[in-house]
C-alpha cells in the first residue's frame, strides 16, 4: 500500500471504539426517545450523516457545515415528496400544517416540475429558495435535534442558544468520523424511522398496507433514461468488460446505491446487464476505479455540459470525495471489491493516489 492510502487506513483508528459505541448508542436514543412533531430532525440526521463524507474526512476533527449546506440537502431530500402520493394529496409531514419545506418546494416545482437540475439552474430562484429554506432550518430542527426526555443531549454539536441557531454549526471532534464510519446503518435506521412516522400521520390517507419507503426514499430517484442517453454519445461500449453493446445498456452507479445514495451524473457508468448483475453491490476493483478517475478527468468538462443540457445533476468535487470515503472503508476493513464475473479481490495500494489525481 502508498503511504496516501496507508494514512486513510490508519485514521480510521483515530476515535477510540468506546466513543463509537457511545455515539451510536446516543443515535439511537435521538431516535427512540426524541421529541418528534414532524420530519425535520429525521432530514437533519441524514443531512449530517451525507454532509460528512461528503466534507469530512476520517481524521476524527471538529467539522464545520454552513446552514446553506444543510438546506441544499433538505430540498434534495423533500423534493421528490412534495408531490401527491397515488394522486391522493401531499403527504403530512407535521403534526400540524405542513412544514414550510413542503410549501416552498411545491411553489418551486410548480415552476420547474420532477426537474431538480433545472431548478437548480435558475440561479436567482435557487438562491431565494435556499435562503428560505436555510432560515427555517436555523429556526427549527438545528435548535431542537438534540432534545432528549425533556433536556438537552448535546452530543453532535454546541446546543445553539436564542431563536436562531448559528450560519453554520461545529460537529465536534470524532462526530463527523463516526457518521462516515456508521453511514449505512445510520441511514437505514434515520429512514426506517421517517417511514414510520409519516405512515403513522397519514393513515386516513394512505390506510395499513401502503409502502412508503420507495416513494419517500426509493428507485425512481434520477431519470435513468436520460442518464443513458447522455453516455450512449460518450462511452461506446460496457464500462467494465470492454466489449461492445449487443443491446440497450444498462445505468450503473460505479459507487453503488446501497453503499450511498450517489445520483449524481459523474457516478454513473453504462455497463451490460449481465456485468452490471455480476457486481452487484460490491465497489469496482482498483483498474476500474482507474478507468473511471481517468474519464472523469479527461471527459469531466465535456460531461458537465451534457449533464446541464439533458438535467442531469452533477457536482464532481462531492462525487470524488464519496468515492474516497467508499474506496478508505472498504481499504480499512479488507472488504471485497469486483473484478469481472465471480472474480473478487481486496484492495491494493493505487486506490488513493487515482481518488487524489
Known sequence: MDRRGEGQVLALMSVP???????????QRLLTEGQFTATYKFALLMALADLSIERGDNGGEPLDLPAESIAEKFIEYYWRQAVPFLGQGVLSQNKGRQPVVITLLARARDRHGDNLASAKRDSRAWRTLVVAVTRNIRQMPLRYLQN??????????????????????RLRAG???????????????????????????????????QDLHAFL?????????????TLQGIQTSCFYCRRSFGALPVVDHFIPWVLYPLDLGHN??????????????????????????????????ELQIAFDQK??????????SIATWAYSRAAANGGLTWRARNEVMTLGGRWSSLLAR
Open 311 to 320: 438535467g442531469v445533476l452533477h457536482n464532481l468535487l462531492s462525487t470524488v
Open 217 to 229: 426514499f426509493g428507485t425512481a430517484r434520477s431519470n435513468l433514461g436520460t442518464v443513458r442517453v
Open 148 to 169: 432528549v426526555g425533556g433536556g438537552s443531549l448535546p452530543f453532535f454539536y454546541d446546543q445553539p442558544k436564542g431563536t436562531m441557531a448559528p450560519a453554520t454549526i
Open 17 to 27: 471504539e468506546s466513543d463509537q459505541i457511545r455515539f451510536l448508542l446516543n443515535v
Open 175 to 209: 462526530v463527523a468520523f463516526c457518521f462516515r464510519q456508521f453511514h449505512e446503518l445510520i441511514a437505514e435506521l434515520v429512514r426506517g424511522a421517517w417511514v414510520r412516522w409519516v405512515h403513522q400521520q397519514n393513515l386516513s390517507l394512505i390506510g395499513e398496507k
Open 268 to 301: 454513473f457508468v453504462l455497463a451490460h446487464g449481465e456485468c452490471n448483475s455480476q457486481k452487484r453491490d460490491l465497489l469496482p476493483a482498483e483498474e476500474h476505479l482507474a478507468a473511471w478517475t481517468d474519464r472523469n478527468r479527461r471527459l469531466g468538462e
